[in-house]
């Protein structure tokens, strides 16, 4: 008989298979890690592919034709999600993100999201379930995935002059294409529809008051994200942020705003309405207002390797649970243990160094933004 060949996981990111405690204790719907933060948010990335090339995720120079993506083998089933997600949400987890990559490029992705919209939370409450895209494919896709129980999308679009967004998208995709799966979006009702835009000084801050006009009195809520020094590849310079704070200055000349409350604690974005009742605005400032005191978000790579912070480097192996001989009780008091030794917060810990400094490389590759989603 041939000998059987098994083919080696993907190790491009350190990561450890978790420790199971001899105690099997069961979920109470609430867990605390080092600092009391609950665990609260999964962001689960189904697919490491994306057919856009924005510099500041997945730069071509890095993510070319010769990169090698994981094979499908060593992404997570859907019931293997599931199952994980399962458990998540036992353990408190009420609002579940899909993002990539490309989330959209996953074949069938409805039927993953039909499959978490039949789960609860221990009170009986439905989980909040979303997806952010690029939105190149959504106009095609919204209907389904509304049908399936998915409730909201937000679409990341960096401007609306559609020669800066096809060199922001570096593969000459045109903006009409994106408004026009918003659009669709709009009218089968996954809302309220939120924008994200990565400000990149000298590269797309001139589209931040195009594309406030443009969004003001449309129902969706626009948010701007300062560039981040996330992952190894997208050459960050701390001279290419533009503060959250000026952006605000900027829109607040032509149209007042006015401060308002967060929806829930951990929510990242600031938020701000126009005088004129005109709608909502939003600034993600992870670079300049660290906001790590409330995080409450895990992160599940597509191959199934839990990460507690966008800037990790070191991941837990859920996958070698799934795929061994062990309970969901045994994963559970796992998961449960990774989250309660938690001490993660780079955002506050970059804060205390010089403006025009990031943190010092511990010798290890941070995890990359389109590994496990923003």
Same mark, same amino acid.
């Given at each position: 008989?041939? *000998?059987? &060949?098994?083919? /080696? %996981?993907?190790?491009?990111? =350190?990561?450890? @298979?978790?420790? +199971? ?57 859907? *019931?293997? &999600?599931?199952? /994980? %997600?399962?458990?998540?949400? =036992?353990?408190? @987890?009420?609002? +579940? ?62 401007? /609306? ?214």
């Amino acid at each position: 008989m041939p *000998e059987k &060949i098994i083919p /080696l %996981a993907d190790l491009r990111y =350190a990561s450890r @298979v978790p420790h +199971i405690p001899e105690r099997l204790n069961a979920p109470v719907g609430l867990l605390g890690d080092t600092l009391g933060r609950p665990l609260r948010d999964l962001r689960i990335s189904v697919t490491d592919r994306c057919n856009f090339r924005c510099s500041y995720c997945m730069p071509s120079e890095v993510f070319n034709k010769d990169y090698a993506f994981l094979p499908q083998t060593s992404l997570l089933s859907f *019931e293997e &999600i599931t199952r /994980l %997600a399962r458990i998540f949400v =036992a353990h408190g @987890v009420e609002k +579940i993100r899909l993002t990539g990559g490309e989330p959209l490029l996953r074949k069938h992705l409805e039927v993953l999201v039909e499959m978490l919209a039949k789960l609860q939370t221990p009170e009986g409450k439905p989980l909040d379930i979303t997806l952010t895209t690029n939105a190149s494919l959504l106009a095609k896709k919204a209907q389904s995935l509304k049908d399936a129980g998915l409730q909201r999308v937000t679409v990341s679009l960096d401007g /609306l002059d559609d020669a800066v967004f096809r060199r922001m998208n570096d593969v000459d995709f045109p903006v009409a294409d994106v408004l026009k799966g918003i659009e669709v979006a709009q009218k089968v009702g996954l809302a309220p529809i939120k924008i994200n835009m990565v400000v990149k000084r000298g590269t797309n801050d001139s589209e931040i008051l195009p594309m406030a006009r443009y969004f003001r009195h449309s129902g969706t809520v626009l948010r701007f994200i300062e560039y981040m020094d996330v992952g190894a590849t997208n050459g960050w310079r701390m001279d290419e942020v533009l503060p959250s704070a000026q952006v605000i200055e900027r829109i607040h000349a032509e149209f007042p705003l006015e401060v308002i409350d967060a929806n829930y604690l951990g929510e990242t974005a600031q938020r701000w309405r126009y005088a004129d009742g005109a709608g909502e605005v939003g600034v993600i400032s992870s670079v300049t207002q660290a906001f790590c005191g409330d995080c409450n978000r895990a992160r599940l790579s597509t191959e199934g390797k839990l990460f507690l912070c966008l800037f990790a480097s070191q991941g837990h192996d859920l996958r070698a649970l799934l795929r061994g001989d062990y309970s969901d009780a045994q994963i559970s008091a796992a998961t449960a243990h990774i989250w309660q030794a938690r001490t993660d917060r780079y955002s506050e810990q970059r804060a205390a160094l010089p403006a025009d400094t990031s943190m010092p490389d511990s010798g290890s590759k941070r995890v990359e933004m389109s590994y496990i989603g923003g």
